[in-house]
Protein backbone atom coordinates (compact mmCIF):
# COMPACT_ATOMS: atom_id res chain seq x y z
CA UNK A 1 0.00 0.00 0.00
CA UNK A 2 1.31 3.15 -1.04
CA UNK A 3 1.45 5.93 2.08
CA UNK A 4 2.78 9.63 0.87
CA UNK A 5 3.51 11.72 4.29
CA UNK A 6 3.81 15.21 4.02
CA UNK A 7 5.80 17.73 6.74
CA UNK A 8 7.25 21.23 6.12
CA UNK A 9 4.50 23.29 6.40
CA UNK A 10 3.50 26.54 8.61
CA UNK A 11 3.45 30.25 8.71
CA UNK A 12 5.32 32.40 7.20
CA UNK A 13 5.84 36.00 5.78
CA UNK A 14 5.78 36.97 2.28
CA UNK A 15 9.12 36.85 0.87
CA UNK A 16 10.15 33.96 3.24
CA UNK A 17 10.81 30.44 2.58
CA UNK A 18 10.00 26.94 3.36
CA UNK A 19 10.87 23.95 2.54
CA UNK A 20 8.19 21.11 2.23
CA UNK A 21 8.89 17.19 2.20
CA UNK A 22 6.87 14.36 1.24
CA UNK A 23 8.04 10.84 2.33
CA UNK A 24 6.85 7.63 0.35
CA UNK A 25 6.62 3.94 1.46
CA UNK A 26 4.89 0.59 -0.08
CA UNK A 27 6.91 0.56 -3.49
CA UNK A 28 9.92 1.31 -5.01
CA UNK A 29 9.99 5.16 -4.76
CA UNK A 30 12.48 5.67 -7.53
CA UNK A 31 10.82 3.90 -10.07
CA UNK A 32 7.55 6.70 -10.21
CA UNK A 33 6.89 10.33 -10.70
CA UNK A 34 5.61 12.45 -8.35
CA UNK A 35 4.06 15.71 -8.52
CA UNK A 36 3.31 18.81 -5.82
CA UNK A 37 -0.16 20.22 -5.97
CA UNK A 38 -2.21 23.02 -3.78
CA UNK A 39 -5.25 23.77 -2.93
CA UNK A 40 -6.57 26.97 -1.80
CA UNK A 41 -9.98 27.60 -0.07
CA UNK A 42 -12.70 28.01 -2.60
CA UNK A 43 -10.21 26.75 -5.27
CA UNK A 44 -9.80 23.99 -7.22
CA UNK A 45 -6.70 21.61 -6.58
CA UNK A 46 -4.08 22.97 -8.90
CA UNK A 47 -0.38 21.76 -10.40
CA UNK A 48 2.17 23.24 -8.73
CA UNK A 49 5.30 20.74 -10.01
CA UNK A 50 6.46 17.18 -10.51
CA UNK A 51 9.96 15.52 -11.32
CA UNK A 52 10.94 12.27 -12.73
CA UNK A 53 12.69 9.60 -11.40
CA UNK A 54 15.78 10.37 -11.73
CA UNK A 55 15.18 13.90 -11.12
CA UNK A 56 16.72 15.21 -14.07
CA UNK A 57 13.34 16.13 -15.32
CA UNK A 58 11.40 18.18 -13.88
CA UNK A 59 8.22 20.85 -14.39
CA UNK A 60 6.41 23.84 -12.88
CA UNK A 61 3.41 25.66 -13.12
CA UNK A 62 4.25 29.40 -14.37
CA UNK A 63 3.07 30.63 -11.44
CA UNK A 64 5.65 29.40 -9.07
CA UNK A 65 9.06 29.13 -11.84
CA UNK A 66 11.61 30.69 -10.95
CA UNK A 67 10.55 30.70 -6.94
CA UNK A 68 10.07 27.13 -6.37
CA UNK A 69 12.40 24.10 -6.75
CA UNK A 70 11.58 20.56 -6.69
CA UNK A 71 13.70 17.68 -6.16
CA UNK A 72 14.04 14.12 -4.52
CA UNK A 73 16.34 11.61 -2.98
CA UNK A 74 15.60 8.16 -4.07
CA UNK A 75 17.93 6.65 -1.20
CA UNK A 76 15.53 8.59 1.42
CA UNK A 77 12.24 8.07 -0.32
CA UNK A 78 11.81 11.31 0.33
CA UNK A 79 10.45 14.05 -2.00
CA UNK A 80 10.90 18.03 -1.53
CA UNK A 81 9.57 21.36 -2.39
CA UNK A 82 11.33 24.17 -1.48
CA UNK A 83 9.19 27.51 -2.14
CA UNK A 84 11.14 30.78 -1.89
CA UNK A 85 9.66 34.81 -2.27
CA UNK A 86 6.42 33.11 -0.85
CA UNK A 87 3.69 35.64 -1.79
CA UNK A 88 -0.26 35.71 0.07
CA UNK A 89 -1.45 33.74 -2.89
CA UNK A 90 0.87 31.12 -2.27
CA UNK A 91 -1.35 30.08 0.46
CA UNK A 92 -3.10 26.53 0.22
CA UNK A 93 -2.82 23.24 1.64
CA UNK A 94 -0.09 21.33 -0.60
CA UNK A 95 -0.53 17.86 -1.41
CA UNK A 96 2.28 15.21 -3.11
CA UNK A 97 0.94 12.55 -5.03
CA UNK A 98 2.16 10.01 -7.61
CA UNK A 99 1.26 8.03 -9.96
CA UNK A 100 0.02 3.89 -10.22
CA UNK A 101 1.64 3.49 -12.59
CA UNK A 102 5.54 3.40 -13.99
CA UNK A 103 5.13 6.40 -16.40
CA UNK A 104 8.02 8.28 -17.68
CA UNK A 105 5.84 11.32 -18.91
CA UNK A 106 5.30 13.98 -16.50
CA UNK A 107 1.54 14.88 -16.11
CA UNK A 108 0.24 18.23 -14.56
CA UNK A 109 -3.55 17.17 -13.84
CA UNK A 110 -4.80 16.12 -10.67
CA UNK A 111 -6.66 12.92 -12.08
CA UNK A 112 -3.63 11.88 -13.47
CA UNK A 113 -2.07 10.98 -10.29
CA UNK A 114 -3.41 7.74 -8.09
CA UNK A 115 -1.93 8.28 -4.16
CA UNK A 116 -2.09 11.45 -2.22
CA UNK A 117 -0.90 12.36 1.01
CA UNK A 118 -3.17 14.02 3.98
CA UNK A 119 -1.72 17.15 2.85
CA UNK A 120 0.40 20.31 4.96
CA UNK A 121 -1.54 23.42 5.61
CA UNK A 122 0.93 26.64 4.16
CA UNK A 123 -0.18 29.91 5.30
CA UNK A 124 1.78 33.10 3.91
CA UNK A 125 0.71 36.26 5.51
CA UNK A 126 1.55 40.22 3.73
Known amino acids: QVQLVESGGGLVQAGGSLRLSCVAS????????MGWFRQAPGKEREFVAAIGQSGTRTHYADSVKGRFTISRDNAKNTVYLQMNRLKPEDTAVFYC???????????????????WGQGTQVTVSS
Open 97 to 115: ATRAEVYYSIRTRPDEYDY
Open 26 to 33: GRTFSSYV
